[in-house]
């Protein structure tokens, strides 16, 4: 009979006591432990197991779950006796910063001195014991969420401190989701107060701490080691492409099978393929999210439940207001087509505004992107270089980032859905009412600068634009931008799929004051280069008629638009 499938249990006791759906990942344990490492950061995309896990070590090594072993019969790791040995014999600190998602400082550090608090509530039989000395029981009263920088910073020290007096033993401190505040303070702008303040609080827990046995933290990204782990040389990083606990997190295609046989639906394997594979860590492919799989077992229908499970905020931020370069990238991903960057695995929160790499590496981290490759070059002047060839994760990915673009029209859905209507259409007087409206509407959300009229940078907004008729019109074109083609480059260009269909070229162009007297003549400058320059050769190549392509020139003032069409006796 298969097994209740349980969504959201996060805890392992619950989820072994209840018999849910399970995967067993605690050969884990012994990895770990037998790695000896002191301080460990594992970094995997968000409901990948990490907390599960995180409880599951909680569960075998804390001394106030002794006799627990029940918990783990018929399981890898009681098959080890050494383990069995040493189940529930440490002190253990547990923490989570899951739920440390405040938009301010101030709140984000009284959230996480009330975490630390929690802590100290759950042993506060300590003073009443002579383990303590009256001072420290002073110190222990100080801890609230409140207390100063000078106390939250060694209070988690302390406390290991304490536990180790009482049970005999150093102390393992486990920290969950690390990086969660790190994301939201940079999202809200208080990213270098939260960074000071954690960073005295993970050295002086991870780095000055004679009292501790040894540690995992998990989180999504390894941010920078110059701002947050300066300190921290005694750091195992385990990041996406690590071959270290490779299948820990995350089910393995040959888990999904046996699921899939448990629940008497082997017979969906193809579409749970295409839906949810596509993760890769280390050097094992076919790696799934968890957090989906389970969903598809209990409902039996495929939905993007992990992309849902997130407002991608960030994310979609950094794309929404990254420059030509990255809107051009992602435009190749959502076309299915794979991207080559050079990245960093340690995020730099600072970067993410103007460097590519480190959004490409965030999203790498955040597991939208898959690795298909790496490759290493030396240069004949020995400089070393390692290219990443990247590709959305899945078909679950890149639902949601046609999800996120759709988001973007939302405010102007209306009109936008009319501009595209009469775009299929060639009605160019429609679409130049629709495109105007839209662009009033949404112009500003592609941060296009606040320069004075006809000095703004538009190139952002209809580059966005452009990701915009991809989402909208991929099952009936193939569209690129800014390729070579004839003589030159031009700025889009939409091949159709079904040979009944018109192609079309766009061309963008910025009212140039200076030599035009209005935006008619930014629209036939724009018409002109489409001709000189002979952007119709690559459809013409595959067999276009002439009379089939249509050029749309597009001018572009301030948030005014004027398009014209060239070759209108054709159309």
């Known amino acids: 009979m298969a097994r209740t499938v349980g969504i959201g249990h996060q805890d392992f006791e619950t989820v072994r006591k209840k018999n849910n759906f399970y995967i067993d990942k605690t050969e884990f344990i012994r990895e770990w432990w037998d790695s000896d490492d002191a301080v460990t950061l594992i970094a995997r995309p968000r409901r990948f197991g990490k907390t599960l896990n995180m409880s599951m070590l909680e569960k075998f ?57 929690e802590v100290y509530d759950r042993h506060a039989d300590l003073l009443g014991t002579d383990l303590l000395t009256e001072n420290e029981k002073a110190e222990y009263r100080a801890v609230s969420p409140v207390m100063n920088d000078s106390t939250a910073s060694v209070a988690l020290r302390k406390m290991s401190d304490y536990l180790s007096r009482r049970y005999g033993r150093k102390t393992i401190i486990l920290l969950d989701e690390y990086d969660t505040p790190l994301q939201e303070a940079y999202i809200n702008g208080f990213w270098q107060e939260l960074m000071s303040f954690m960073r005295s609080l993970l050295n002086s827990t991870f780095k000055t701490n004679p009292y501790l046995e040894r540690a995992v933290m998990t989180g999504i990204t390894r941010v920078s080691k110059e701002s947050i782990f300066s300190d921290l040389n005694n750091l195992e990083v385990v990041t996406t492409t690590s071959k270290k606990y490779a299948d820990k997190f995350g089910f393995t295609e040959k888990e999904v099978l046996q699921a899939l046989k448990e629940y008497g639906m082997t017979d969906r394997e193809k579409e749970v393929k295409k839906w949810y594979d596509g993760f890769s860590f280390g050097d094992i492919t076919d790696i799934y999210n968890p957090w989906s799989i389970i969903n598809y077992l209990d409902k039996k229908t495929a939905a993007p439940y992990w992309a849902n499970t997130s407002s991608n905020s960030l994310i979609g931020k950094l794309i929404q207001e990254g420059n030509i370069q990255i809107k051009e990238s992602f435009e190749q991903l959502l076309d299915g087509q794979t991207i080559t960057a050079e990245l960093d695995e340690q995020i730099v929160y600072a970067q993410l505004d103007h460097d590519e790499s480190a959004i490409w590496s965030l ?17 004949e002047y020995g400089t070393w270089r390692q290219l990443y060839e990247l590709r959305l994760t899945n078909f679950e990915v890149k639902i949601m980032f046609h999800n996120m673009v759709r988001s973007w029209f939302a405010p102007a859905a209306g009109d936008y859905n009319l501009f595209i209507k009469a775009f299929l259409s060639g009605d160019v007087e429609t679409m130049n009412t629709y495109m105007n409206r839209v662009a009033g509407r949404i112009f500003s959300y592609f941060d296009v600068g606040n320069g004075s009229e006809g000095h703004e940078e538009p190139e952002r907004f209809y580059h966005g634009f452009v990701l915009g008729l991809i989402v909208e019109l991929i099952d009936r074109y193939e569209i690129k931008s800014n390729r070579e083609s004839g003589f030159g480059r031009y700025d889009v260009i939409l091949r159709p799929r079904n040979s009944n269909d018109h192609a079309a070229i766009l061309e963008f162009k910025l009212f140039d004051a200076r030599n035009e007297d209005s935006l008619e003549d930014t629209v036939q400058r724009a018409l002109l280069q489409i001709e000189q320059k002979g952007y119709a050769t690559e459809l013409l190549e595959a067999g276009i008629p002439e009379e089939n392509i249509r050029k749309y020139g597009f001018a572009f003032q301030g948030k005014k638009v004027l398009i014209g069409e060239g070759n209108q006796e054709h159309s």
């Open 363 to 379: 999203l790498l981290a955040s597991g939208y992107l898959a690795v298909n490759s790496i490759r290493t070059t030396v240069s």
């Open 61 to 117: 090594f804390s001394a106030e779950h002794a006799g627990k072993g029940n918990l783990f019969e018929g399981l890898a790791i009681w098959s080890y006796e050494n383990f069995r040995n040493i189940q529930g014999k440490f002190p253990v600190i547990f923490i989570s910063f899951a739920n440390v998602k405040e938009t301010t400082f101030a709140q984000a550090r009284e959230s996480i001195c009330r975490i630390i608090q």
